[in-house]
């Protein structure tokens, strides 16, 4: 989103209203109003308890949205195009209402559908009281807005779904990779791979999320069957409520064959996604359409083949078999990841091959500048004053 607001600066005047971040790296306040990049930024408050607690971070969802909703009461006007994400869950209805009140024109950006994301992921039961009225209540909200961004084709056919099969309001629009500071870099120069001492090993890499929406089980079933394979070495980075679960299990069976690595910063990007021969990204079953795992552009733009464990009408799965850049897996079948990630460790010179394909996808289909392109045609689209 950050990259985003900073490229639309070439063709509009940019404002944003955030929250502030929980923690700083730089160990100081940021101010409440800064320019960067061309954009207003605008910081609202709102608490910030230990968002491990459920009630703290009720607490915290609630005290951004009521912020955010009373700083776009003020600040928006009439011509104004409002563009909201999904996160928190909240934030979305509150803006649109400022944006009614102003008869301003709102565009939704999905990054995850609710409550099916929730219902996947076990927080919820599909037959709940509290399941209908979530999904009543996302209805509710795709028929007000004026516009709604989708991630991905599964996503979009869910939305329609939601709004009597009606199409005329979304429009697809992918994330992007970050070419320009992530690219192919030979695995013998890897400073990361150097300090682990895993340069000489296959190693199959998972980075980024590791919570409910992830299908870490079936990774580690398939660890488990490979352990006695001492060339091939798993590598997880990232955070998330699995995690500590992952460190039970490689502490209880004795798995010497896997990392775990905390979340690392996003301008370690270049270092960390080329740690690897391939990389995996899992969704678990229920989540197609719900949500599609952005970290995929930039494995791609890293050229690294992909092993996608996701349905595979998903867009996730879709993806890696049209650009022939990996194999795809339900989630579940641990015994055919298995055989994948044995098949791609004895066959080097067709990963060399996806990695070349997946790198020039990146380039032609997922590129910022084509991206952003389309939300400035979306934009232009809504506006009688461009």
């Avoid at 919820?124 to 509290?130: A, E, R």
């Avoid at 490689?250 to 990392?259: G, I």
């Avoid at 990007?269 to 989540?287: E, H, K, P, R, T």
């Avoid at 970290?295 to 867009?315: F, H, L, Q, V, W």
Wanted: net charge positive.
């Amino acid at each position: 989103m950050t990259e985003l607001a900073e490229g639309l600066t070439q063709f509009f005047d940019v404002s944003v209203l955030c929250g502030y971040p929980s923690y700083t790296h730089s160990g100081f306040a940021l101010p409440t109003k800064s320019i960067r990049n061309k954009v207003m930024v605008e910081r609202c408050y709102g608490t910030l308890f230990n968002r491990k607690i459920f009630i703290f971070r009720l607490i915290n969802i609630l005290t951004i949205s009521i912020s955010i909703f009373f700083k776009t009461l003020y600040k928006i006007r009439q011509h104004d195009i409002v563009i909201v994400v999904t996160t928190p869950p909240s934030l979305p209805f509150v803006v649109l209402v400022a944006c009614i009140l102003h008869r301003t024109k709102c565009v939704l950006r999905i990054d995850d559908v609710y409550p099916e994301a929730m219902i996947a992921a076990g927080i919820i039961n599909q037959q709940s009281k509290t399941a209908r009225f979530l999904s009543w209540l996302s209805r509710l909200l795709y028929r007000n807005v004026d516009r709604i961004v989708v991630l991905g084709r599964d996503m979009n056919q869910l939305t329609v779904n939601k709004l009597n099969n009606c199409d005329d309001k979304t429009i697809l629009i992918q994330n992007w990779a970050d070419l320009d500071v992530v690219f192919p870099v030979p695995k013998s120069e890897n400073v990361l791979l150097q300090e682990l001492e895993l340069t000489d090993k296959f190693v199959v890499q998972c980075a980024g999320n590791m919570g409910l929406a992830q299908d870490i089980e079936t990774m580690f079933k398939a660890i488990g069957l490979l352990k006695k394979n001492a060339n091939i070495h798993f590598l997880f980075i990232g955070s998330g409520a699995k995690k500590q679960w992952m460190e039970m299990e490689v502490r209880d069976k004795k798995l010497s064959n896997v990392t775990i690595l905390d979340q690392r910063d996003r301008s370690d990007q270049q270092n960390f996604l080329n740690a690897c021969d391939i990389a995996i990204v899992s969704l678990i079953s229920g989540m197609k359409g719900a949500g599609v795992p952005s970290r995929m552009y930039n494995i791609m733009a890293a050229g690294k083949p992909i092993i996608a464990i996701a349905e595979y009408d998903s867009e996730l799965a879709m993806v890696v078999e049209e650009e022939n850049i990996g194999w795809s897996i339900l989630p579940g079948d641990f015994t055919h990841l298995t055989e994948v990630i044995l098949k791609a460790y004895s066959n080097h010179s067709t990963l060399a091959e996806m990695s070349s394909r997946a790198r020039n996808a990146a380039l032609e289909k997922y590129s910022s500048k084509l991206l952003i392109n389309k939300y400035y045609e979306m934009i232009k689209n809504m506006s009688v004053y461009i």
